[in-house]
């Protein structure tokens, strides 16, 4: 079955950038549109950006001047990046698959998640 | 960016009830909402798309409604598996963006 697993540091320190990959197993990457979400602890979800597998992105406004998401078709992977981050980013990031049924933009698989904290 | 009001942020209700929960948009969105179902240290779990269609798997005592800036998920008996936080989600433009969330507790 499809399978996303989100990996990359957990503690990252202000300032510095965020990279974290999801590597997608059971499905080509080269069929759907694929997202970031993050989620601070407690609190709700907060879309960052999808990437389709031909390099088309498109990035929450608010997150846009930091925000780099990439793709690689030969390790059926993508990435973040977030760079400059400060204790507002500590979350749980999630990557998620656009739902061939409901729309690229809703979402039908997810990762587990991983939490990054922001922290010296 | 498209605000998503959701109400209540929380209730209680007992096993078998009928729970509905409301999403406001704050501009019209047509049917561009999702609805998922979030469990404690688990990902979302998309539960509706396109406002009232059923994901596949999703027993059929979920169901939503509305189209424009109102919105509902209705729960028509109430299973200790549902047991929740629930989100709304539209889709209608960019950025994507959630409502705030909607804590289903036990009575």
């Known amino acids: 079955q499809v399978q996303l697993q989100e990996s990359g540091p957990g503690l990252v320190k202000p300032s510095e950038t965020l990279s974290l990959t999801c590597t997608v197993s059971g499905v080509s990457i080269s069929s759907y549109y694929w997202s970031w979400i993050r989620q601070p602890p407690g609190k709700g979800l907060e879309w960052i950006g999808c990437?389709?597998?031909?390099?088309?992105?498109d990035y929450n406004p608010s997150l846009k001047s930091r925000v780099t998401v990439s793709v690689d078709t030969s390790q059926n992977h993508f990435s973040l990046k977030l760079t400059s981050v400060t204790a507002a980013d500590t979350a749980l990031y999630y990557c998620?698959?656009?739902?061939?049924?409901?729309?690229?933009?809703?979402?039908?698989?997810w990762g587990q998640g991983t939490m990054v904290t922001v922290s010296s | 960016a498209i605000q998503l009001t959701q109400s209540p942020s929380s209730l209680s209700a007992s096993v078998g009830d009928r729970v509905t929960i409301t999403c406001r948009a704050g501009?019209?969105?047509?049917?561009?909402l999702a609805w998922y179902q979030q469990k404690p240290g688990k990902a979302p779990k998309l539960v509706i798309y396109h406002a009232s269609s059923l994901e596949s798997g999703v027993p059929s005592r979920f169901s939503g409604s509305g189209s424009g800036t109102d919105f509902t998920l209705t729960i028509s008996s109430l299973q200790p598996e549902d047991f929740a936080t629930y989100y709304c989600?539209?889709?209608?433009?960019?950025?994507?963006?959630f409502g705030g969330g909607t804590k289903v507790e036990i009575k």
């Open positions: 989600q539209q889709f209608n433009s960019y950025p994507l963006t």
């Open positions: 990437i389709y597998y031909s390099g088309s992105t």
């Open positions: 998620a698959r656009g739902s061939p049924r409901g729309g690229d933009d809703t979402f039908d698989i």
């Open positions: 501009q019209g969105i047509r049917s561009g």
